[in-house]
């Protein structure tokens, strides 16, 4: 597992939790360009000063800056009851508080041991995982042993940046081990992807200084305050590094105040702009109202059953939305932004538009347990079902990447189609669950035809979800399993007593251990 | 015919010993008798993304047979979209020109007809009989540039069903080899021995291996006749679990009914989950196959599809025995050619359909087909929108008379007017002013005749676009100054 996830260069067409509500737009846009010029010269003269007060407190802050050794194993999501190798890796930390460490959640994800080092330390301590959240990939950790904590040094939490305003990237890069800084220029900052999850949008702070492997998880550094976590890179251009900012920070620590880390939650609509006259007069908005159109509510999302397709969304906690979707007061920030910043249970209201009349709606924000599916995940064991040596299991992103990474690029429309839209679960269905290999045995040669599609229903049941269909194949007495998938008329047809005895077989040949 | 009510095969051998030669007209074909021609053919498809327009012009060179009454046997595949056809004689220099007259997709076949009556004058016709020999050798004959007529060695190995240069229906075909390396374009394929007619090579591949046409469905194709379909696809049914659940016996043969097309000859005669037992007095076995007397295991298609007049279905009713419900039932089936009513995306070859369009407001509505999509390149199943590709893949037939074609905004052409939705494409549009939508037809009638003052498109994913009536031919306008598109549609 590397140290650090490369940004990727061309934004998957993945189901971003903004942008599954609407197009990503940028936070903020660039200032003028004089007003760049003018931030660059002052920072040009602050710079002197700047690395006065850094020099000043280098030390301080090499004895809060960490070195984390991580030996980790994932499980294999094509085999899910096979674990991948071990691999060894290292990443960055600092110390927040007396006994925390934070660093990025991808660089202890699928841990299975983990040590660290201050500098001048000759001794590794064990590390352990008190809180990680994958969703905005910040992990936050401790070391048992308080000798570790000797002579050591807390940094603290500043403020997001100026634009042009230089940071110092602190850590471990390349796998050396004495600490390194490296300077860069702020130059953008961006609602953007987190490529741990692959779907998670939060503020990102971009920077042109080099953000290496190890880097991960060090702090990024002004007027000697924490500005950011450095987490991962483009490869775009060379030397364009990002930081996770404080807001985001603070939104972890905040979550885990109660000792449970409960993550973002998510309106769950999609909206289209007003640009358009017509369309404004066909739903009789007045001309001095801006805002944005709701056209679809997702089913479990905090917004189900309290908006419509066809509101006109006029202000979010009273205040204005543009009819491009950004906040009128700064015409820079995504409404969605607002949302992004509560927590499960917070209000989240909105000035509306329906039918022609004005009105208001409140709901309490709440996360989307579909979205568990779409975010890419670590240190857990993939659930499945073996019946007659056909495999089952439940449509997520690793499993879509893993089945990509065998060849299957051909054929699976039916699975893919639906993991993009997360419109295709039927009521009280809660995931997909797809028949997706097959552990080759005399039982299941005439099985291909239905590979790789999404199962609909067992003797007439609509299946749920993965254990739904397990309780099903467990509970039935039926002499014949009859299982229909999506798009298929005929269904396939399996004798439960000859698939028991052949997965006896198939278990011990193909070695399956446990589930 | 009193073919299909004969069980043995003893008779059958006997019978075709007896009749093949009343039907072979088994005339030789040697390198002077002037029957193959060298075709040029120039051909212009059309765009499939931006269906206004149209691609580079390309030449096709291919094999032409002349068949007699001023008329040329070539790949249908040559001809599609074209904007001239040349044929040159063997030892001469002299071009003459021709048009199309007619054209199988699913054979893979056209019959082109000189212009010049006196183009014909020194040809000799080809006569295609009704046998074929196989497996035997035979000669590839072909002409090529200026040379003289050259010939080469092929093996004929077998005959079996599938679909042509992706046709739609299964049709019988010669599986040949080669150690020459051959083109595949229309070639003569005669017998060493004897010199007659054995089909036209179509497709020649990099292993060695190739396909004819054979000579009886050539003949039946010249006869000016079409080809029946079956109207149903099936599964084979292997798997005893499967087998014991449709209440079949361990020794029963039989495949399962798995697709029917609305408006063919199984609609109304077969249903989704029949067993298919015995065709034509002809036990099927659970792989689909039965034993031909000649040809040996041949697919159940055959029984349908075969136009060998010794054994040709074509105009009879065709006896059936399937397993319905766990009850033997006999039926009978007229055979119809391929319903294309019941397709709803197209797919293989283009069987010369235009891609159509209809512009509305600058927004560019189209009707799925697989050419769109494969427009989008090589790694055109990642491009393109998951759904479409979703709906192609599963859903190319109609599941009842009933469904419509799939109509998507493919693209919105950038004007001030329509500034709302210019990042809008490949979405399936679900309706107009609240009425599903069919068709591109349906679509244009709708729009015209609508009294309301606005007109209210819906996406499958609840996007919706939005202008007054009055804006659709204004903002048309517009567009197709802006972007030089001659029509506000091409149907």
């Known amino acids: 597992m590397p140290a650090i996830s490369e940004k990727k260069a061309v934004t998957p067409n993945i189901m971003d939790s903004n942008k599954l509500m609407q197009k990503q737009k940028k936070i903020l846009h660039y200032p003028s360009l004089f007003a760049s010029t003018i931030l660059f010269f002052i920072s040009l003269f602050l710079i002197p000063l700047g690395a006065e007060e850094s020099r000043q407190s280098i030390d301080e802050i090499r004895k809060s800056v960490v070195q984390i050794r991580v030996f980790s194993q994932a499980k294999d999501p094509f085999s899910p009851w096979m674990s991948s190798g071990i691999s060894a890796s290292t990443g960055s930390g600092f110390l927040i508080s007396k006994n925390r460490i934070l660093t990025n959640a991808h660089v202890v994800s699928n841990a299975k041991f983990m040590e660290t080092q201050r500098n001048n330390q000759t001794e590794w301590y064990e590390l352990k995982v008190l809180f990680i959240a994958h969703d905005c990939d910040l992990a936050l950790l401790e070391v048992s042993d308080p000798e570790f904590y000797n002579d050591s040094n807390y940094l603290e939490l500043g403020t997001l940046p100026e634009l042009a305003s230089p940071v110092d990237i602190v850590g471990y890069p390349i796998g050396g081990n004495k600490i390194s800084v490296s300077r860069g220029i702020v130059s953008r900052i961006e609602q953007s992807t987190y490529a741990h999850s692959q779907i998670d949008s939060h503020l990102v702070v971009q920077v042109d200084a080099a953000i290496n492997p190890g880097n991960s998880g060090g702090p990024a550094i002004q007027n000697g305050k924490v500005v950011g976590v450095a987490f991962q890179a483009s490869t775009k251009g060379e030397n364009i590094g990002y930081i996770i900012p404080t807001a985001v920070i603070q939104h972890f620590l905040k979550d885990i105040e109660d000792g449970i880390y409960h993550g973002y939650v998510e309106l769950g609509i999609q909206t289209q702009s007003s640009f358009s006259e017509s369309h404004r007069q066909f739903y009789g908005i007045p001309n001095t109202e801006e805002g944005v159109f709701v056209t679809k509510v997702l089913s479990q999302g905090s917004a189900d059953g309290h908006l419509k397709p066809g509101d006109y969304l006029t202000a979010i906690d009273g205040r204005k939305i543009g009819r491009n979707g950004n906040l009128l007061e700064s015409n820079s920030i995504d409404f969605l932004e607002i949302v992004d910043n509560k927590f499960a249970g917070e209000e989240i209201q909105f000035d509306l538009i329906r039918d022609k009349k004005k009105m208001k709606v409140k709901f309490a924000a709440k996360k989307m347990p579909q979205m568990e599916n779409q975010r890419a995940r670590y240190g857990m064991n993939y659930d499945y079902l073996v019946f007659g040596g056909l495999v089952f299991q439940t449509v997520n992103r690793d499993l879509l990447e893993a089945w990509s990474k065998n060849g299957q690029t051909q054929g699976g429309s039916l699975l893919v189609y639906r993991f993009y839209d997360a419109t295709t679960l039927s009521v009280g269905q809660s995931e997909d669950v797809v028949l997706y290999r097959k552990l080759p045995h005399p039982i299941n040669s005439n099985s291909d035809f239905y590979l790789n599609m999404v199962v609909e229903s067992l003797n007439g049941v609509r299946v749920k979800n993965l254990n739904h269909l397990k309780e099903l194949v467990e509970s039935s007495k039926e002499k014949t399993l009859r299982i229909q998938f999506y798009g298929i008329q005929l269904p396939m047809i399996m004798d439960r007593e000859e698939a028991e005895r052949a997965d006896l077989e198939i278990k011990k040949s193909y070695h399956l251990t446990g589930n | ?491």
């Open chain 2, 1 to 491: 015919m009193p073919f299909f009510k004969l069980n043995s095969k003893l008779t059958f051998v006997l019978l075709l010993l007896c009749i093949g030669p009343i039907f072979g007209k088994s005339i030789p074909v040697v390198p002077t008798d002037n029957s193959i021609l060298q075709v040029k053919v120039t051909v212009q498809y059309p765009h499939f993304i931006q269906p206004w327009r149209f691609k580079n012009p390309e030449v096709r060179q291919s094999t032409g047979i002349y068949v007699g009454d001023q008329k040329v046997l070539i790949p249908a595949q040559a001809v599609y979209f074209y904007t001239s056809i040349e044929i040159k004689k063997p030892d001469s220099l002299k071009v003459f020109t021709a048009e199309l007259e007619r054209l199988d997709p699913d054979l893979g076949l056209a019959i082109l007809k000189f212009n010049d009556l006196n183009a014909a004058k020194d040809l000799k016709p080809v006569t295609f009989p009704s046998e074929i020999f196989l497996p035997g050798t035979a000669l590839v004959m072909e002409s090529k540039d200026q040379r003289s007529l050259e010939e080469k060695k092929i093996r004929m190995i077998r005959l079996d069903m599938d679909s042509y240069s992706s046709g739609y229906t299964e049709l019988p075909y010669i599986e040949v080899q080669s150690e020459d390396k051959l083109d595949g374009v229309g070639e003569l394929i005669v017998d060493t021995t004897a010199r007659i007619p054995q089909g036209i090579l179509y497709q020649f591949k990099e292993n060695n291996m190739g396909r004819v046409i054979p000579s009886f469905a050539i003949q039946h194709f010249i006869e000016g006749k079409s080809f029946p379909f079956k109207g149903f696809r099936f599964k084979p049914l292997i798997d005893s679990a499967t087998r014991n659940y449709y209440g079949l016996r361990k020794d029963d043969l039989g495949v399962l009914v798995a697709e029917i097309y609305p408006g063919s000859s199984a609609d109304g005669i077969l249903q989704l989950e029949d067993v298919l037992l015995e065709v034509a007095n002809f036990k099927i076995d659970p792989k689909g196959y039965f034993d031909h007397p000649k040809f040996g295991k041949l697919n159940l298609s055959y029984l349908f599809h075969n136009t060998n007049d010794n054994d040709s279905p074509f105009e009879k009713k065709i006896k059936l025995k399937v397993f319905r419900n766990k009850k033997p039932v006999s039926l009978e089936m007229d055979l119809k050619p391929l319903p294309e009513s019941a397709i709803r995306i197209p797919y293989g070859n283009s069987r010369f359909q235009t891609p159509k369009y209809l512009m509305l407001a600058g927004l560019i509505f189209q009707e799925l087909s697989e050419q769109y999509l494969t427009e989008h390149g090589n790694q055109w199943r990642n491009r393109v929108n998951k759904e479409l590709l979703y709906l192609n893949d599963f859903y190319r037939i109609k599941r009842n008379a009933n469904e419509g074609k799939i109509v998507f905004l493919s693209q919105v052409l950038p004007l001030s007017g329509n500034k709302a939705y210019h990042t809008a494409n490949q979405m399936i549009l679900k309706t107009m002013n609240g009425i599903q939508i069919q068709s591109l037809d349906q679509l244009q009638t709708l729009v015209k005749e609508s009294n309301s003052p606005y007109i209210h498109f819906v996406t499958n994913d609840g996007f919706e676009m939005i202008f007054k009536k009055e804006e659709i031919q204004k903002l048309n306008a517009e567009a197709k100054q802006s972007f030089q598109i001659q029509k506000d549609s091409n149907f």
